[in-house]
């Protein structure tokens, strides 16, 4: 065999095997791509059917009535209620408050509730504690969760229930209810070693009387603070300390 042939014929073995070598690696690729789109659609079929689980037992909560959501009321692992002498009515400011009882249930508070309407904030859109104890003022219940519920989803899940049932309400001031976060920035833990805070600012007066003389009323907050949330423990709370048992309660009757 001349040399030239004996070239030729190296320069087509090796041509071959670059031929086999490119075709080895294309099905390398395609199989690592497709072991990649299987695992992409796997992923996004269990985000898929996780978002669709939660938005089904979101549902399934809200239509539940408040006193079944959450903890029952005997297992929320709830104390007594706390009650204070309140002060504060009627005193504004625009500085940060040192509140004696944490989360408050009375005290000087911001010119400026937080707007009506809104049943639920988190961390991020939370207004200032001065202006929900503006709100307390006029007769609003407020629910304190603080950082460890709000870390959990489930209990999160629940409480979010409970905000879309109260936002179902429209502006009835009997559900004048406000879930917010109690953060560590804000000051001391919710007490005893509890998790949810109830709070309201009473003047011992469930159903409404038209005040007879301008002096100020005594005033009591009442602070229930529980293990969990329980929506029988807070339809329990707000049916003992409706929107009108508040010092400003009267202002929901003013123009009727």
């Keep these: 065999m001349s040399k030239s042939n004996k070239n030729r014929d190296r320069r087509e073995q090796v041509e071959q095997m670059r031929r086999q070598a490119q075709a080895a690696e294309r099905r390398r690729t395609l199989a ?51 009650e204070d002498v309140a002060s504060g009515q009627g005193e504004h400011t625009t500085d940060r408050v040192d509140y004696a009882v944490q989360p408050p249930s009375f005290g000087a508070h911001n010119p400026s509730a937080a707007e009506g309407g809104v049943h639920m904030y988190d961390a991020e859109d939370r207004p200032e504690v001065e202006r929900l104890a503006h709100n307390l003022e006029h007769g609003w219940t407020i629910v304190w ?32 209810m406000i ?64 929107y009108d048992d508040a010092p400003e309660g009267f202002l929901w009757h003013q123009g009727g």
């Design 145 to 176: 969760y603080d950082d460890s519920v709000a870390s959990d989803d489930e209990q999160m899940q629940v409480l979010e229930a409970t905000a879309a049932k109260f936002d179902a309400e429209g502006d009835d001031p009997r559900y004048n």
């Design 32 to 82: 690592v791509v497709a072991a990649c789109v299987v695992v992409a659609l796997i992923i996004v079929g269990i985000a898929g059917y996780s978002i669709l689980q939660d938005r089904r037992e979101k549902e399934a909560l809200k239509k539940q009535a408040l006193n079944e959501i959450g903890a029952k009321e005997t297992g929320a692992g709830c104390s007594p209620i706390k």
């Design 179 to 242: 879930l917010a976060p109690w953060t560590s920035d804000d000051g001391d833990p919710i007490p005893e070693g509890k998790h949810i805070a109830l709070t309201h600012w009473s003047i011992h007066q469930p159903t409404y009387k038209p005040a007879t003389d301008n002096k100020p009323q005594d005033s009591f907050g009442e602070s229930l603070y529980c293990d969990t949330f329980s929506g029988a423990v807070l339809d329990s709370f707000m049916k003992k300390y409706p």
